[in-house]
């Protein structure tokens, strides 16, 4: 059975800077690429960022130059640096592959504050 664990969201001030975690576990880990998603209130879920399973990164335009994205294929972990948060990153954010295949994690929430 496939488990997305995410962490590390939390409530930061514009401008902040977040750091999240997601654990994947029941699945080999690094011959999939990885994608984070995020779901505003009120909003569609949509993917921020994709890293591809030889670790190459793609973002999409809202939040290029101020995320990064890397993994651990060793500790089958993916990672979303967001820097420069802004209130309109504010949304429950969450992992899966690229294309999402298994079941939605929890997600972390992440709360930018104006």
């Known amino acids: 059975q496939v488990q997305l664990v995410e962490s590390g969201g939390g409530l930061v001030q514009a401008g902040g800077s977040l750091r999240l975690s997601c654990a994947a576990s029941?699945?080999?880990?690094?011959?999939?690429?990885m994608g984070w998603y995020r779901q505003a209130p009120g909003k569609q879920r949509e993917l921020v960022a994709t890293?591809?399973?030889?670790?190459?990164?793609y973002f999409a335009d809202s939040v290029k130059g101020r995320f990064t994205c890397s993994r651990d294929n060793a500790k089958n972990t993916v990672y979303l640096q967001m820097n420069s948060l802004k209130p309109d990153d504010t949304a429950v954010y969450y992992c899966?592959?690229?294309?999402?295949?298994?079941?939605w994690g929890q997600g972390s929430l992440v709360t930018v504050s104006s």
């Open positions: 899966n592959t690229n294309p999402a295949s298994f079941a």
């Open positions: 890293i591809t399973s030889s670790g190459r990164p």
């Open positions: 029941g699945v080999i880990f690094s011959i999939n690429a």
